[in-house]
């Protein structure tokens, strides 16, 4: 069984900054990919960043261009846990973001290419 707990969201003005933690447990974390998306209300899930597996020293990173340049995806294998870490907030960043295990295959982008999902932080940005 797969477990993904997320943390670290809130309520921040325009321009502000949070650090998303994702928390897994139940599996072989290190050797998984791993991505987060937000889904906004009235809108479907989108892609934001994603971190690939390829051993413990170089990993690949995957961005939205939404999010390019303002968010940075990282990961602790020591600790089973996946970070987002979101600067520069704007009011359409506001969303609920999960985090997610992705499935050997496919590229990074599409929701349907992972397999595990947490339940999501909420991630409020007033302008």
């Known amino acids: 069984q797969v477990q993904l707990i997320e943390s670290g969201g809130g309520l921040v003005q325009a321009g502000g900054s949070l650090r998303l933690t994702c928390a897994a447990s139940?599996?072989?974390?290190?050797?998984?990919?791993m991505g987060w998306f937000r889904q906004a209300p009235g809108k479907e899930r989108e892609f934001v960043a994603a971190?690939?597996?390829?051993?413990?020293?170089?990993?690949?990173?995957y961005y939205s261009d939404s999010v390019k340049g303002r968010f940075t995806i990282s990961r602790d294998n020591g600790k089973s846990t996946v970070f987002l870490q979101v600067n520069s907030l704007k009011p359409e960043d506001t969303a609920v973001y999960t985090c997610?295990?992705?499935?050997?295959?496919?590229?990074?982008?599409?929701?349907?290419?992972?397999?595990?999902w947490g339940r999501g932080t909420q991630v409020t940005v007033s302008s």
């Open positions: 971190i690939s597996w390829n051993g413990p020293i170089l990993n690949y990173v």
């Open positions: 997610a295990v992705k499935s050997y295959g496919g590229n990074y982008f599409r929701a349907d290419n992972y397999d595990y």
């Open positions: 139940g599996r072989t974390f290190s050797s998984s990919a």
